[in-house]
């Protein structure tokens, strides 16, 4: 039980760092390709920052409904690495214009 | 152009108004009447309804030194001229590296400012600088304005072939 708090906890911080940061990113790059992206992005990383904090409660969920959250913030982490993938795509692109 | 962007007469613009010490075409002569030092582009577009190339026009004068605009990156070039207008050893270019950051602040306002230390940075020479548009073209399609980046590029690449063809 003690580990899940502290795995929890560190992971919870992590992903706080993470929104803190695209936060960060998204008011230095304002507009153009990366910052029309990051607009998703950093509503995914909320969305995930709120899954994590969750995670410590998720104990008292009904099973049906823990098994639909985990694989809701699944299925937005599979959104993420896409939309990662496209952005970075895009940048090599237009780098190499 | 940055819509934003403040413009105000020089004391060389209030000459030409004033005395008349400098022919200017029709439109761009009433551009610079309409500059007032308190309306936006976007204000001056509304009072110019019926005048198609406001922006170009303002462009001409703000690069021929009739108008300032009031801007961050502007006071910087004001406040520090020999600095960063005298950037290279070449008179010609460093005449070619001042209109290119007149025109980054132009079309990119107080944003302009990593832009203006890339063209200052710049080798002397026409295919250098050639080469830093493009790369200023690239950082601001990706971090700013896809419209603004090839506004840029395109009057960045004009004022060179402009001071190509002077020079042959």
């Not at chain 1, 998703?40 to 995930?48: I, K, P, T």
């Not at chain 2, 819509?3 to 002569?29: P, Y």
């Not at chain 2, 990593?114 to 548009?133: G, H, V, Y």
């Not at chain 2, 700013?144 to 090839?150: G, N, S, T």
Request: glycine share 4%.
């Amino acid at each position: 039980m003690n580990t899940l708090i502290i795995l929890s906890f560190f992971s919870a911080v992590i992903m706080l760092y993470a929104l803190w940061s695209v936060i960060t990113l998204k008011n230095n790059v304002p507009g153009g390709l990366i910052g029309k992206k990051l607009n998703g992005l950093v509503a995914l990383v909320v969305l995930f920052a709120v899954g994590y904090i969750m995670v410590p409660f998720l104990g008292q969920l009904s099973q049906e409904t823990l098994t639909i959250s985990m694989n809701i913030i699944l299925l937005f982490g599979a959104v993420y690495v896409v939309a990662t993938i496209s952005l970075i795509k895009r940048i090599i692109q237009t780098l190499s214009d | 152009m940055n819509s934003a962007i403040i413009f105000a007469k020089t004391s060389r613009g209030q000459d030409v108004i004033k005395n008349r010490a400098h022919r200017l075409d029709h439109s761009l002569r009433l551009a610079l009447i309409l500059v007032d030092g308190h309306s936006s582009v976007n204000q001056l577009k509304l009072k110019a309804m019926t005048m198609s190339s406001l922006e170009n026009n303002l462009e001409v004068l703000a690069l021929n030194g009739f108008i300032q605009a009031d801007s961050d990156s502007w006071q910087t070039i004001k406040d520090n001229s020999m600095a960063i207008r005298k950037t290279s050893s070449s008179p010609e270019i460093s005449k070619i590296k001042a209109r290119l950051i007149d025109a980054a602040i132009l079309v990119l306002g107080d944003e302009a400012h990593r832009f203006i230390n890339l063209i200052r940075k710049t080798p002397d020479s026409p295919q250098a600088l050639s080469e830093t548009i493009n790369r200023c073209k690239k950082i601001i399609l990706l971090t700013l304005d896809e419209d603004r980046a090839k506004e840029l590029n395109d009057l960045c690449h004009s004022i060179l072939r402009k001071a190509e063809n002077v020079n042959q």
